[in-house]
């Protein structure tokens, strides 16, 4: 199986910015995803990355190393709607999706 | 675009009873599917690849007995909790990605299934 690890908890304030760490070990290597997850519902994709470096999309960004098995997803601006569990998934070389335990996000006025 | 569909929301259902779950792609073509299932507080786990036309390929300790898949067309995957007992109550979710895009394309979740046995 997969390995893939994301730390548990964080907590940050209201304007302010978090990155979430996730580190993997597969069995081949398609791409990285994160999604975003709000209690009772389904996840929604946030990025994704398959070749070393940063995508940026808005408040949102994503890192990838694929020689040290390393991504982190940066949240910016934080706001109160982004708490949330945020998802790191590795799709492996059978284009399969494994899932990290996800990080709880919450946010502090 | 790409709008993956799951019906129904939710379901209560009497402990020994059968259950199907249907999960459609509403404005592409997927050849596969993928069932997850999802514990409170935990993540998200891959129960079954759905592979149109042929059978589905279970992950490792999922009986593919209890849990059945169909995926009669290139829009359709069903999943039928046979036998159900009050251990799988769990929140269910299949997703889809648009074939020709499988290789860089996201996975698209139905909003899930809510499956409580009593």
């Known amino acids: 199986g997969q390995n893939i690890d994301q730390p548990t908890e964080m907590t940050a304030t209201e304007g302010a910015i978090v990155q979430i760490n996730c580190t993997y070990q597969t069995s081949g290597f398609n791409g990285l995803f994160w999604y975003q997850q709000h209690a009772g519902e389904a996840p929604t994709f946030l990025s994704y990355n398959v070749l070393d470096g940063l995508e940026e999309k808005g408040r949102f960004s994503s890192f990838l190393s694929r020689s040290k098995g ?20 590795v799709r492996d070389g ?7 335990a996800g990080t709880t996000v919450t946010v502090r006025a | 675009g790409a709008v993956v569909s799951q019906h129904p929301s939710w379901v209560i259902c009497k402990s020994g009873t059968s259950v199907k779950i249907e999960c459609r792609s509403l404005d592409f073509q997927a050849t596969t599917m993928f069932w997850y299932r999802q514990f ?9 690849t759905s592979n149109e036309g042929s059978k589905a390929t279970y992950e490792q300790g999922v009986e593919k007995d209890k849990f059945l898949i169909n995926h009669a067309s290139l829009t359709l995957s069903t ?14 979710i299949c997703s889809a990605s648009p074939e020709r895009s499988l290789g860089n394309s996201p996975l698209h979740f139905g909003n899930g299934t809510r499956l409580t046995v009593t």
């Open chain 1, 70 to 89: 390393y991504s982190y997803l940066l949240l910016k601006e934080l706001q109160m709607k982004d708490s949330a569990s945020y998802l790191c998934a």
């Open chain 1, 94 to 100: 059978d284009y399969k999706l494994s899932f990290g």
């Open chain 2, 40 to 48: 409170p507080k935990q993540s998200l786990m891959l129960m079954a």
């Open chain 2, 79 to 92: 999943l039928t909790v046979t036998s159900a007992h009050p251990e799988d109550s769990s929140f269910y």
